[in-house]
C-alpha cells in the first residue's frame, strides 16, 4: 500500500491551550477514513493543519513522503490536496457546468481565458465530472435553483476537476436528510474505489461514518485515542466512555 498522508506527533496551541495534542496517524492510497470526536475534540484544527491554513505549534505533516509543515494552501493544493467545506462554495450566478469549467480553467491555469473558445474546450470535460457525480442532467441549470444535496455534489465534481490524490471533506453532509447523507457518502465511496483517490473526512453523523469509513480516528480533546476498523472502534472502552453509556454511539450503526 502507498502511504499519501503521514502526521507526526502534531500539536496547535491556541495562547498556551493545547487544541491538538501530538496526533500521529496515516492515509493510505484508496483509503477512505474519517477522523470523529465531540465539539472541540480539535477536527477542525487538524485538519486546517493538513491544509496549510494553520501552522502547527510542532509536529510535520509528510505528504508523498515530502515535508509540507507550514506551506500555503496554495502549494499544498498544487501537491494534490483537495478539500470540500461544510458550506458550498459554488458561483449561484453560473449554471452547473460553468462552475464546473471555470474549475478546469483554473485546473489548466486558464482562469483569465474566458473567451468563447475556452469555454467550449472544456465543456467535455466538465461534462465528465458531471457524470462522475451523476449530475449530467443538471449540467444547464442555474445553481441558485439546485437543491442542497445537489450543491454539494457539485462541488465534489468541482474538487475532483483538480485530480487530487487526497481529499479532505469537511463535514460533507452536514445539513442534509438522513437519506441524502447516504446517498452522498455512497457516491463518495464509488469514486474512492474507482480512481484509487484517498479520503479524509469528519462526520458528526456516526451512520454515515460507519456504514462507509474503512478506517476511524478517534480524538477526543486533542488528542487520538482511537484508530482501527469499524470493529475495533466500535470495542473501544475509551471511545465508549467518551460518546457516553456505550451503545448511544452504534445503535444506529451496527449494520456496519
Ligand atoms: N482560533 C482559535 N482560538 C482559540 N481557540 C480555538 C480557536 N479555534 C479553535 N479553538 C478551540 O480549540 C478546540 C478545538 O476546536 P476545533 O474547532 O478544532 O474542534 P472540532 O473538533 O472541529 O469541533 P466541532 O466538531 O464543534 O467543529 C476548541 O476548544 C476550540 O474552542
Known amino acids: ?7 507526526e506527533d502534531l500539536k496547535k496551541s491556541y495562547d498556551g491551550f493545547l487544541a491538538v495534542n501530538g496526533v500521529s496517524f496515516s492515509v493510505q492510497q484508496g483509503e477512505l477514513k474519517a477522523l470523529i470526536g465531540p465539539n472541540g475534540a480539535g477536527k477542525s484544527t487538524c485538519f486546517n493543519m493538513l491544509m496549510g491554513q494553520l501552522k502547527p505549534t510542532a509536529g510535520r505533516v509528510f505528504l508523498n513522503g515530502e515535508d509540507v ?9 498544487r501537491k494534490g490536496v483537495g478539500r470540500t ?3 458550498t462554495g459554488t458561483y449561484q450566478s453560473m449554471t452547473v457546468i460553468e462552475n464546473v469549467q471555470m474549475a478546469l480553467m483554473s485546473h489548466h491555469r486558464r482562469l483569465f481565458n474566458l473567451s468563447a473558445r475556452a469555454w467550449r474546450m472544456y465543456r467535455d470535460e466538465a461534462m465528465s ?19 442542497y444535496g445537489d450543491l454539494k455534489r457539485l462541488e465534489l465534481a468541482i474538487a475532483l476537476t483538480h485530480r ?7 463535514e460533507p453532509t452536514a445539513g442534509m436528510a438522513p437519506t441524502a447523507r ?25 451512520d454515515v461514518v460507519f456504514a462507509h ?5 478517534v480524538l477526543n480533546r486533542g488528542e487520538l485515542i482511537a484508530d482501527g476498523s469499524a470493529a475495533q472502534v466500535r470495542a473501544n472502552p475509551q471511545v465508549q466512555e467518551v460518546y457516553l453509556g456505550g451503545g448511544m454511539l452504534f445503535k444506529e450503526a451496527d449494520h456496519a
Open 164 to 170: 487530487p490524490r487526497l481529499l479532505l471533506m469537511d
Open 129 to 147: 465530472f458531471l457524470d462522475t457525480v451523476s449530475m449530467g442532467d443538471q449540467a444547464d441549470r442555474p445553481c441558485s435553483i439546485l437543491a
Open 69 to 77: 509543515t507550514g506551506q500555503r494552501p496554495r502549494d499544498i493544493w
Open 182 to 206: 447516504v446517498e452522498l457518502m455512497q457516491l463518495v465511496a464509488d469514486i474512492v474505489r474507482d480512481q484509487g483517490v484517498s479520503v479524509l473526512f469528519t462526520e458528526h453523523d456516526m
Open 1 to 7: 500500500m502507498t502511504e499519501i498522508l503521514r502526521v
Open 85 to 87: 467545506f461544510q458550506i
Open 213 to 217: 469509513a474503512h478506517h476511524i480516528m
